[in-house]
């Protein structure tokens, strides 16, 4: 056991023999901070209260905004397990979060039962209407037209969330549907004060909510935006969830919801219809895993590009002596920069549906695959991206999203990162269900080559198709040692999800840090094209230098992802949620 380790267990265990039976969460004392981690608290005013981890013994949850929380450890609290408060923290979120939590999107699941070890990955991300084609954004003369697969009706895929958190509370929770929803419903009844952030995301999206009077009667107050502290109610909302509490998932995909999703669509010809929604399924998917320094590494598979391309970037860097040198050293940014390029390239290349296409995934998470891909990394010199081709794994074959992680007493554990796309998805609710409409459609290549919203580029394996599911960067995660989990982890961020959530695994692993140290330390991102090297502000001047050195293309930028994690750790629960986001909390018992 690291120094590192021996002093945190032993305050943590001094707080905890101080508490009463069953004690809230308490936080503790964090080990010595890292630079990287002042670094980060320095350039963000952090509170420095961000290094303490909340500690509980029983159980755990952590997401993106405080009333949501609370929610989902009620229900660890009342009898539930961690797939029970996973769905009323996702229902919960739809009401608390709107810019990201949904009834109207989708997202992924994986899930860690301790009773029988399995692991099982949820998908239940949205679908592409039944008259969807790959060329449905393009004009007479091939060119995208702008905003089509954004803030428009064409830009909304079937959505996938209400199906998903149903199907995972029947296969895996013990509580009935109406009692998991009926917080959220209480919350969207009664309203509560609009937050510092969500006024601020709102005032920043008065473009997006213009053109749509239904949305405009819920978000909006004497012809703008809510303002910090106005009351936010939304009755349209509560009524929708309690039909889905009372009739399940068929509400929203074949009943009352269903016809008025299909009634606002109806003008626009080859947009959702009524089918499109009765015909949807969530599916049941084997995860994708990997190893780590002796850590097990289980993710969520395609159509996610972030499990492949998480364990792809590990693999490469399973070889270098990152812990000797150091943590966010201009040699760890290099060597890791360099892997993210070569993972991206591939993900433009070979990542889409896996029901439509072929994805060469056991290649992509190969270790011989990687050796190969590692060998052509300089140790002294930038790769330009233009000079990265994807890679030929088959003969190895043999920010507006939001995440929550839980851990009950029973070690069962709960990754969900679920999502509109970008802030509000496409702005459009549905009139008379208070339910905000996705655009994920804008997830696909709507041209292969050309970027979407989040500057990705994709090729053919994910061009528009009916029924299609568009590729994600989704990556909600396990971290597993001898079977147990040691590391419940995820983050928003688009493209950057996935780097966040490897930043996040390797200052834990590699660098020994707890849950709030590594959600405050700096983070950087490299995501082949556009093709430079962004980085929080707070990288030394030294740094940056030698990175320039090397050849990196700098672009010092913020908003990189916002992960909320919870680490098992000698029979405790340490958990944090990202300082980046301050409606965000973490709360155990």
Same mark, same amino acid.
């Given at each position: 056991?690291?120094?590192?380790?021996?002093?945190?267990?032993?305050?943590?265990?001094?707080?905890?023999?101080?508490?009463?039976?069953?004690?809230?969460?308490?936080?503790?004392?964090?080990?010595?901070?890292?630079?990287?981690?002042?670094?980060?608290?320095?350039?963000?005013?952090?509170?420095?209260?961000?290094?303490?981890?909340?500690?509980?013994?029983?159980?755990?949850?952590?997401?993106?905004?405080?009333?949501?929380?609370?929610?989902? +450890?009620?229900?660890?609290?009342?009898?539930?397990?961690?797939?029970?408060?996973?769905?009323?923290?996702?229902?919960?979120?739809?009401?608390?979060?709107?810019?990201?939590?949904?009834?109207?999107?989708?997202?992924? %699941?994986?899930?860690?039962?301790?009773?029988?070890?399995?692991?099982?990955?949820?998908?239940?991300?949205?679908?592409?209407?039944?008259?969807?084609?790959?060329?449905?954004?393009?004009?007479?003369?091939?060119?995208?037209?702008?905003?089509?697969?954004?803030?428009?009706?064409?830009?909304?895929?079937?959505?996938?969330?209400?199906?998903?958190?149903?199907?995972?509370?029947?296969?895996?929770?013990?509580?009935? +549907?109406?009692?998991?929803?009926?917080?959220?419903?209480? +919350?969207?009844?009664?309203?509560?004060?609009?937050?510092?952030?969500?006024?601020?995301?709102?005032?920043?999206?008065?473009?997006?909510?213009?053109?749509?009077?239904?949305?405009?009667?819920?978000?909006?107050?004497?012809?703008?935006?809510?303002?910090?502290?106005?009351?936010?109610?939304?009755?349209?909302?509560?009524?929708?969830?309690?039909?889905?509490?009372?009739?399940?998932?068929?509400?929203?995909?074949?009943?009352?919801?269903?016809?008025?999703?299909?009634?606002?669509?109806?003008?626009?010809?080859?947009?959702?219809?009524?089918?499109?929604?009765?015909?949807?399924?969530?599916?049941?998917?084997?995860?994708?895993?990997?190893?780590?320094?002796?850590?097990?590494?289980?993710?969520?598979?395609?159509?996610?590009?972030?499990?492949?391309?998480?364990?792809?970037?590990?693999?490469? %860097?399973?070889?270098?002596?990152?812990?000797?040198?150091?943590?966010?050293?201009?040699?760890?940014?290099?060597?890791?920069?360099?892997?993210?390029?070569?993972?991206?390239?591939?993900?433009?290349?070979?990542?889409?549906?896996?029901?439509?296409?072929?994805?060469?995934?056991?290649?992509?998470?190969?270790?011989?695959?990687?050796?190969?891909?590692?060998?052509?990394?300089?140790?002294?010199?930038?790769?330009?991206?233009?000079?990265?081709?994807?890679?030929?794994?088959?003969?190895?074959?043999?920010?507006?999203?939001?995440?929550?992680?839980?851990?009950?007493?029973?070690?069962?554990?709960?990754?969900?990162?679920?999502?509109?796309?970008?802030?509000?998805?496409?702005?459009?609710?549905?009139?008379?269900?208070?339910?905000?409409?996705?655009?994920?459609?804008?997830?696909?290549?709507?041209?292969?080559?050309?970027?979407?919203?989040?500057?990705?580029?994709?090729?053919?394996?994910?061009?528009?198709?009916?029924?299609?599911?568009?590729?994600?960067?989704?990556?909600?995660?396990?971290?597993?040692?001898?079977?147990?989990?040691?590391?419940?982890?995820?983050?928003?961020?688009?493209?950057?999800?996935?780097?966040?959530?490897?930043?996040?695994?390797?200052?834990?692993?590699?660098?020994? %840090?707890?849950?709030?140290?590594?959600?405050?330390?700096?983070?950087?991102?490299?995501?082949? %094209?556009?093709?430079?090297?962004?980085?929080?502000?707070?990288?030394?001047?030294?740094?940056?230098?030698?990175?320039?050195?090397?050849?990196?293309?700098?672009?010092?930028?913020?908003?990189?992802?916002?992960?909320?994690?919870?680490?098992?750790?000698?029979?405790?629960?340490?958990?944090?949620?990202?300082?980046?986001?301050?409606?965000?909390?973490?709360?155990?018992?």
């Amino acid at each position: 056991m690291s120094l590192r380790t021996t002093v945190l267990m032993a305050s943590v265990l001094l707080v905890l023999l101080a508490a009463c039976s069953s004690p809230p969460a308490t936080p503790v004392a964090a080990p010595a901070q890292t630079s990287a981690a002042q670094q980060a608290a320095a350039a963000y005013d952090f509170d420095m209260d961000v290094f303490h981890p909340v500690v509980a013994r029983h159980g755990m949850v952590a997401s993106e905004q405080a009333l949501a929380t609370r929610i989902g +450890l009620d229900m660890l609290k009342n009898g539930g397990n961690a797939v029970d408060a996973a769905v009323a923290v996702g229902f919960a979120l739809a009401v608390a979060l709107p810019n990201a939590g949904n009834l109207g999107g989708g997202g992924f %699941m994986v899930v860690h039962d301790a009773k029988s070890g399995r692991d099982v990955a949820l998908d239940f991300r949205e679908t592409a209407p039944s008259d969807a084609s790959r060329t449905m954004y393009l004009d007479g003369q091939g060119k995208v037209v702008n905003g089509k697969s954004l803030y428009t009706h064409y830009a909304v895929g079937v959505p996938g969330t209400v199906a998903g958190l149903a199907h995972a509370l029947q296969q895996w929770g013990q509580l009935p +549907l109406a009692k998991v929803i009926e917080p959220a419903a209480a +919350l969207a009844e009664k309203g509560y004060p609009v937050s510092e952030t969500l006024a601020k995301v709102l005032a920043r999206e008065q473009k997006t909510f213009a053109p749509w009077p239904a949305s405009q009667a819920i978000f909006w107050k004497h012809g703008a935006p809510m303002q910090q502290g106005e009351l936010l109610v939304q009755k349209d909302l509560a009524a929708s969830l309690r039909l889905i509490a009372k009739e399940g998932a068929k509400a929203f995909y074949e009943g009352a919801i269903a016809q008025k999703i299909a009634a606002e669509m109806a003008p626009h010809a080859g947009a959702i219809t009524l089918a499109d929604l009765k015909n949807y399924k969530a599916v049941e998917r084997e995860p994708v895993r990997g190893s780590y320094r002796g850590y097990q590494i289980v993710t969520m598979p395609p159509p996610s590009s972030g499990g492949a391309h998480l364990i792809q970037i590990l693999n490469m %860097m399973e070889r270098w002596p990152i812990q000797d040198w150091g943590v966010n050293s201009a040699n760890t940014v290099h060597h890791m920069t360099e892997a993210m390029k070569l993972a991206y390239a591939d993900r433009a290349e070979y990542l889409g549906d896996p029901d439509f296409v072929k994805v060469p995934l056991k290649g992509l998470t190969s270790k011989r695959y990687a050796d190969r891909l590692a060998a052509g990394i300089s140790a002294d010199k930038a790769r330009p991206a233009g000079d990265i081709q994807p890679g030929k794994p088959q003969p190895y074959e043999s920010d507006q999203t939001t995440h929550f992680s839980v851990v009950d007493a029973a070690g069962n554990a709960v990754a969900v990162t679920y999502t509109l796309n970008t802030n509000f998805g496409s702005g459009i609710v549905a009139s008379g269900t208070g339910i905000l409409l996705n655009n994920e459609m804008d997830d696909f290549a709507a041209k292969p080559g050309v970027a979407n919203a989040y500057g990705l580029v994709g090729g053919d394996a994910n061009a528009v198709a009916a029924g299609k599911r568009p590729l994600s960067s989704m990556t909600p995660t396990l971290v597993l040692k001898d079977g147990k989990v040691r590391l419940v982890t995820g983050s928003p961020g688009g493209p950057r999800i996935i780097t966040t959530v490897l930043e996040t695994v390797v200052d834990m692993i590699d660098f020994g %840090m707890n849950p709030a140290e590594a959600a405050a330390t700096l983070r950087f991102h490299h995501q082949w %094209m556009p093709d430079e090297l962004r980085l929080e502000k707070g990288f030394s001047r030294d740094t940056l230098d030698l990175l320039a050195a090397k050849g990196h293309k700098i672009a010092v930028k913020p908003a990189m992802g916002r992960t909320q994690t919870i680490q098992v750790q000698g029979g405790l629960l340490l958990g944090a949620s990202d300082p980046r986001n301050p409606d965000g909390r973490t709360l155990g018992y």
